[in-house]
């Protein structure tokens, strides 16, 4: 996944994006990572809140 550059490009924080989740700051940490992946419902949630559609998350 290519979150690390989504993050940068949305100008949205790890830290914010875990809280709109609902999510832990580790758990998001560990998803630009790639030690472990969003579930469905939270990728859509992620792709909206980064206005990305949900493929660019896991585009090379």
């Known amino acids: 996944m290519k979150l690390e550059e989504l993050f940068q490009q949305s100008g949205v924080k790890k830290s914010h994006a875990a809280k709109i989740l609902n999510v832990s700051p580790n758990t998001v940490s560990n998803w630009v990572k790639g030690s472990s992946y969003p579930t469905l419902d ?8 980064l206005h990305v559609e949900i493929t660019d998350l896991y585009e090379e």
Do not use: H, P, V
């Open 42 to 49: 939270k990728a859509i949630q992620l792709a909206k809140l």
